[in-house]
């Protein structure tokens, strides 16, 4: 097994609305990523994907609250920091961390390079305006971005091109963990394919040692990530590899959410293209036992009642289901 760059375990955080009402968007999420890897997070809108990575870098203002469990990165448990340690010790060098839209947030009137002056001074204040130029242009000329971007403004950027530069500033001082969520949405292919090759070379040419990549376009994962995981109502519900993941979901949920990937290399997969019927529950109040049940056509009345444990098999596998992987799959067999 290689070096662990992120442990998480358990962790429970919160929002807290305006009203005083709880709304329990990452409830009790476990994971692993080694180093050169990458984990994909899969779910439908509003199932906890960017509270899980506003949680995993540690910023926690109001409405977001940490409740319970750890994060450690690269051996380093950042759990109990505050915010503002969190900013000055592990964002940008530990953890670096991409806001869903985050092409958009580039304020229009600022320079490219003073964006990366900003993020590098925040560790260390002794190097230059020169020495901090000298080194924008030698990753930027590695990751196959001109230089010149570095003296534009984000308004004289392309999409494409803006999004590939926000992905070379948060880097620039080459993190243990990428946090992307949803980094190639609203873009156009040809974009979207730059950015997801950017990704990849970031981390064969050892800019990030891990990511995780946030999409709610499963057919991406399949092609930029080792592992898949699909979160479902704040809880993590099927956890495998990518090929797994895609060719042989078992739980019901990453059963429907799959069901419908188109995998360009290997050809529309031969399954009948079944939508989800329903919507994901409120996760001010969230139902008792299974989340997915009250959606879930293979759902018995025992699964509205008993909470579901994370159960493993095949050795790394991970779902949370009360049958066996056997009965499921028959189920799906009878199914067609
Ligand atoms: N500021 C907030 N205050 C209260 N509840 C919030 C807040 N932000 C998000 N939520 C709730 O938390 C849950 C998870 O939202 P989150 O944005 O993490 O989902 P998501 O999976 O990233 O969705 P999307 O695919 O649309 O980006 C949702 O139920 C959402 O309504
Ligand atoms: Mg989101």
Avoid: W
């Avoid at 779910?43 to 540690?58: D, H, R």
């Avoid at 961390?97 to 204040?125: C, G, S, W």
């Avoid at 949370?320 to 189920?331: F, N, S």
């Amino acid at each position: 097994m290689g070096k662990v760059m992120l442990e998480v375990n358990d962790l429970k955080t919160k929002y807290v609305t305006r009203f005083k009402e709880d709304v329990y968007a990452v409830d009790g999420v476990s994971l692993k990523i080694e180093e050169g890897k990458s984990l994909g997070v899969a779910g439908e809108s509003g199932c906890g994907k960017s509270t899980l990575a506003l949680s995993l870098i540690g910023y926690y203002f109001a409405p977001l609250h940490y409740m319970s469990g750890e994060i450690i990165i690269d051996g380093q448990n950042i759990s109990g920091m505050k915010p503002d340690e969190v900013r000055k010790k592990v964002l940008g060098t530990e953890v670096a961390y991409i806001p869903q839209a985050a092409m958009n947030a580039l304020n229009p009137t600022q320079k490219i390079i003073r964006f990366i002056e900003d993020v590098i001074q925040v560790h260390d204040k002794s190097l230059s305006k020169k020495d901090i130029y000298d080194m924008a242009v030698e990753r930027f000329r590695i990751l196959g971005l001109p230089p010149e971007v570095l003296q534009k403004h984000a308004v004289e950027l392309s999409g494409g091109m803006k999004q590939r530069t926000v992905i070379a500033i948060s880097t620039i001082l080459s993190p243990k963990v990428l946090i992307a969520d949803e980094p190639s949405s609203a873009l156009d292919v040809t974009s979207q394919k730059m950015v997801i090759k950017m990704m990849r070379e970031l981390m064969e040419k050892g800019f990030i040692k891990s990511m995780i990549f946030i999409t709610h376009e499963l057919p991406l994962l399949y092609n930029v990530t080792d592992d898949i995981m699909v979160m479902y109502a704040g809880q993590i519900v099927e956890h495998g590899t990518a090929k797994e993941m895609v060719f042989d979901p078992v739980h019901p949920y990453s059963k429907g959410l799959m069901g419908s990937i188109i995998v360009p290399e290997e050809g529309t997969r031969d399954v009948q293209l079944e939508a989800i019927p329903g919507t994901p529950p409120n996760l001010k109040h969230p139902p008792d036992g299974c989340r997915f049940a009250p959606r879930c056509k293979y759902a018995k009345p025992e699964c509205k009642v008993y909470d579901v444990p994370e159960k493993e098999f095949e050795g790394h596998r991970m779902y949370r289901c009360i049958y066996d992987v056997d009965y499921l799959k028959e189920a799906y067999g009878r199914n067609g």
